[in-house]
């Protein structure tokens, strides 16, 4: 029998709908090697949805997102929807709202370097050798929510002790928080190289001596198998530049991850090679991790290969089709081992006649994957 996955597309806004097109043809070609199907609904979201609705997360892309499997969205936003007025829809209240209405808690970031593109890092290439690393991001918690402040003023707040501002932000994590992050991270390890590095300050913080306290706990009673490291997060932002190959999966707080996901991105040295996936107790959201590129919008040179790179993570992990997701990791690797390359990853050794644009990318990994 066919095992039918429903998708909803958010192709979104700029380059959005032009790499949603390479990810359909895709999906169609893993469809004939592995007998699923897959079945698409498209909505609206961002700018887009701004336009035809008045709302950057109409109710029926909500509704539709829902009713999925998965959520496969591109990008948002671009200089047509810029305001300063409060009043006025933003593109990017389409994604906050849709990570908020489907509860994404964990966000999780590969961090993969192709042998291929190993000089467009900016770390020297022996720094990188076996650097494939998994970053999870608790998304919904920890100081980007905790109360906050502002006192216009307060006796002796301002510099010399008198009267002046205040603000403050709060940290604040529950135990089901730290444990259902702390799982997913373990989880992947499972699938992964079996280690993962939890990240926090405990020797500042009650919130991250409670993180490493929980951690330990769930890996106790039912990770054991897993080796866990504790290391603190300004000893992270360090290592990740000095030796990033010691990371299998880190596990870390809302900000810390914010922070540390941007560093080990760049490790990569390419924006249109990174794939994120959003999970929470229902959908799972999948999305490359750069914008809607306006500056190229329409001109058929992006880089689709993020975007692919987030479709064979919800192979792998909405539909639980590894073979799948790794024939198609195969076929992106190999396509750029033979030297093609959209414009962005190229440099100075890429052949003229292997430049290829958005379109063309797609087709070399369709023809890759019938081999
Ligand atoms: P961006 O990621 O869109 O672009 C930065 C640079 O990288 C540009 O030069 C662009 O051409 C290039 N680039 C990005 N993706 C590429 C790809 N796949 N192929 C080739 N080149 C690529 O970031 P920005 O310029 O800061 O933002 C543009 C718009 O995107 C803004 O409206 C911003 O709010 C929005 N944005 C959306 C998301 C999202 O949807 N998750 C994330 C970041 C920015």
Redesign the pocket.
Known sequence: MTTTHHICLLP?????PE?TAEAVKVLGAIGERSGASFRFTEALL?GAAIDATGSALPEETLAAAHAADAVL???????K??TTSPDKPR??QG?LGIRKALGLYANLRPVKIFDALKDASSLKPEYLEGVDMLIVRELTGGLYFGDRARQRSVPGAATGGGPGQRAYDTMDYREFEIERIARVAFEAARTRRGKVHSVDKANVLESSRLWREIVHRLHAAEFSDVELVDQLVDNSAMQLVRWPAQFDVMVTENMFGDILSDEASMLTGS??MLASASLGDGTALY??????????AGQG???????LLSVELMLRMSFGMAEAADALGAAIEGVLADGWR???IADASTLPQKMVGTTAMGDLIVERMRG
């Open positions: 979104g806004d700029g380059i959005g790499i961002g969205l591109a990008a948002i936003g671009g200089p929807w810029d593109p990017e994604l924006l249109g999305e490359p991790s750069h914008g809607s590129a306006p500056d190229i040179i992006a880089n689709p290969l993020a975007m959209t414009r962005d």
